[in-house]
């Protein structure tokens, strides 16, 4: 099993958090918004260092001596996790299934969740674009993460939350389904589907 972490393994910003860094950033919401995003795929790739990303989000009006203080913010964003999701991988662990985390993110978040205590005992291999220069839906990040559970592409199945990123896993053999939410998934009994364990909490309605 191979999952994104953003809107799969956390949960999407809410808006307090959205709020709380956009007024650390000195920017109204809808303009930190689209600034957070719009050279994010070159931050996660690894090509654009935090002052140089923060720059660009904020504008002339960066002053670096808060950097620390964005990063915080940029951290609290994607640390809602979904202990739903978590409590299943260790099902699967249990039941002798190896796990990955293959994610687009850049290199402060990458080293946050390195970081955080017992947060990389659920996975076997971990794939986080900074550290190779390159993201989804690019091939050469999910052979990363294939090769390094030792298994065919045929064998795992990709999570994530964004349809061009399940394309991508599917042009290289992946098995890939869209995560919603985790009602969603189970809903649609996708562990079923595939022959992996039902989620405790499923089995309990």
């Given at each position: 099993?191979?999952?994104?972490?953003g809107?799969?393994?956390?949960f999407?910003?809410?808006e307090?958090?959205i709020?709380?860094?956009?007024?650390?950033?000195g920017?109204?919401?809808?303009r930190?918004l689209?600034g957070l995003w719009?050279?994010?795929?070159e931050?996660d790739?690894?090509?654009?260092d935090?002052a140089?990303?923060?720059?660009?989000?904020?504008g002339?009006?960066?002053?670096?001596?808060?950097?620390?203080?964005?990063i915080?913010?940029?951290?609290e964003l994607w640390?809602r996790y979904?202990q739903?999701?978590?409590?299943?991988i260790?099902?699967?662990?249990?039941?002798?299934?190896?796990?990955?985390?293959l994610?687009?993110?850049?290199r402060?978040l990458?080293?946050?969740?390195?970081?955080t205590p017992?947060?990389?005992?659920?996975f076997?291999k971990?794939?986080?674009s900074?550290?190779?220069?390159?993201?989804?839906p690019?091939?050469?990040i999910?052979?990363?993460?294939?090769a390094?559970?030792g298994?065919?592409?045929?064998?795992?199945?990709?999570l994530?939350?964004?349809p061009?990123?399940?394309?991508?896993?599917?042009?290289?053999?992946?098995r890939?389904?869209?995560?919603?939410t985790w009602?969603?998934f189970?809903?649609r009994?996708?562990?079923a589907?595939?022959?992996l364990?039902?989620p405790?909490?499923?089995?309990?309605?």
């Amino acid at each position: 099993m191979i999952f994104d972490f953003g809107g799969v393994l956390c949960f999407h910003p809410d808006e307090a958090r959205i709020r709380r860094a956009a007024a650390a950033s000195g920017l109204p919401v809808d303009r930190f918004l689209k600034g957070l995003w719009q050279t994010r795929v070159e931050c996660d790739a690894g090509r654009l260092d935090p002052a140089k990303y923060w720059r660009g989000v904020i504008g002339p009006t960066f002053q670096e001596s808060r950097l620390s203080e964005l990063i915080r913010h940029e951290v609290e964003l994607w640390n809602r996790y979904d202990q739903r999701i978590f409590d299943w991988i260790g099902q699967l662990r249990d039941s002798g299934f190896r796990t990955a985390i293959l994610s687009n993110l850049p290199r402060v978040l990458g080293e946050e969740l390195c970081a955080t205590p017992g947060f990389l005992d659920h996975f076997d291999k971990v794939t986080f674009s900074y550290e190779l220069r390159k993201v989804k839906p690019q091939p050469e990040i999910y052979l990363d993460a294939i090769a390094g559970l030792g298994v065919e592409p045929s064998e795992a199945l990709f999570l994530d939350d964004k349809p061009e990123n399940i394309e991508g896993a599917r042009d290289v053999g992946l098995r890939a389904e869209l995560y919603c939410t985790w009602e969603d998934f189970v809903a649609r009994g996708v562990p079923a589907n595939y022959g992996l364990p039902a989620p405790a909490d499923a089995r309990r309605q």
